[in-house]
Structures are given as structure tokens and as C-alpha cells.
């Protein structure tokens, strides 16, 4: 009946070169030539040590649902590493019918104007260090973690979400077509 898992599976994410990682009680840093980034681990059952350009993972118990968890941790340093030497970049296409729709970035919010001939503009909040900016009807946002650049995009698309209206045929917004890791 299924497979036994009484030993702990540790495993290490080996770090590019360039890229350094340190531990503040469980918070790692990771910095690279782009900047750092910092993701806390209080909220999974997993200890970490630095050994060498190695960050090594190890559950907290020969649990099944423990084990299970250092493959998530092991991606998501990954992801740290890959955001702050590549970077990561998401980008958004304006789509409007009549009104033209336009986009404006202020301090750490983004604002859509005349969003279907709506008088107040629409914000949406820009998360941890990501840049917003504007190329014609493109928006771009770049930044050096993966889920503050995702999230930032979601919030943009969510601002200019309409609502007691057919979505099928009012297809005005923001919408994400494309995703890179890279500037």
C-alpha cells in the first residue's frame, strides 16, 4: 500500500555565480547584480542552511506532507535566483472599443483613466520594487521577484475589471500577453 517515506529528503539549490544567499532567522536574501530578493519560510515546515553557493533544504519530520514541501521551496529559490540575475517582465495590452483607455503610473500605484468613459480613475497598487511603465498601448512591468511582478500585473488587470455588464461584449481592459524572465 503506497511507498514508504521514513527518511528525510534533503535537497540543495545550488546558486548561480553571482549570486550570494543569506538567512535572517527564516527569511533568505538572495542578491544578485539586478538587486535581492527576500521570501520568509515561517509558514513551512522546512529548516534551511547556507553551505557554500548552496542553499540546502531539509523537513522538519519524515512526513509525507513535509517532504512534499522541500520541492516547492527548492522552486521558489529558483525563481529568487533566476529574478536577481535575468529578472522577470510581464506585459499588458490596453484594449479599449470607444473610449480610449489611458495609463499612468504615480509613486507605487497605477492609475487607468477613462477607463469606458468613467469619470475617476481606476488604481491599482504596484507591489515590492517593480517598475510600471508605458509604451503606447503596452504596459511593462519588470521587477526581480516573480510574485511581486505577477501580482502587480494581476492587480492591473483586476482594476479594469467590469462588472453588471456582458464580458463577452465589453471586452475593455488590461490584459497580460506576455511573459519573460529577462529585462
Not at 533566476?82 to 483607455?101: C, D, E, N, Q, S
Amino acid at each position: 500500500m503506497g511507498t514508504s517515506t521514513d527518511t528525510v529528503q534533503q535537497r540543495a539549490a545550488e546558486l548561480p555565480s553571482g549570486v550570494t544567499a543569506s538567512l535572517e532567522g527564516r527569511t533568505l536574501i538572495i542578491k544578485g547584480k539586478l538587486g535581492e530578493a527576500k521570501k520568509t519560510f515561517e509558514k513551512i515546515n522546512v529548516n534551511m542552511t547556507i553551505e557554500g553557493n548552496k542553499v540546502v533544504v531539509v523537513p522538519f519530520s519524515t512526513k509525507k506532507k513535509d517532504n512534499v514541501v522541500v520541492n516547492t521551496v527548492i522552486r521558489l529559490i529558483h525563481n529568487m535566483a533566476t529574478g536577481v540575475t535575468k529578472g522577470y517582465t510581464y506585459r499588458l495590452k490596453v484594449v479599449y472599443a470607444h473610449f480610449p483607455i489611458s495609463v499612468k503610473t504615480k509613486a507605487d500605484t497605477v492609475l487607468v483613466e477613462n477607463f469606458v468613459g468613467e469619470r475617476s480613475p481606476r488604481v491599482a497598487q504596484v507591489v515590492g520594487g517593480c517598475k510600471v511603465t508605458t509604451e503606447g498601448d503596452d504596459v511593462i512591468v519588470k521587477g526581480v521577484s516573480l510574485e511581486d511582478v505577477s501580482q502587480t500585473a494581476a492587480n492591473i488587470e483586476l482594476a479594469t475589471k467590469i462588472k453588471r455588464k456582458d464580458q463577452r461584449i465589453f471586452l475593455d481592459g488590461v490584459y497580460t500577453y506576455h511573459k519573460e524572465e529577462g529585462w
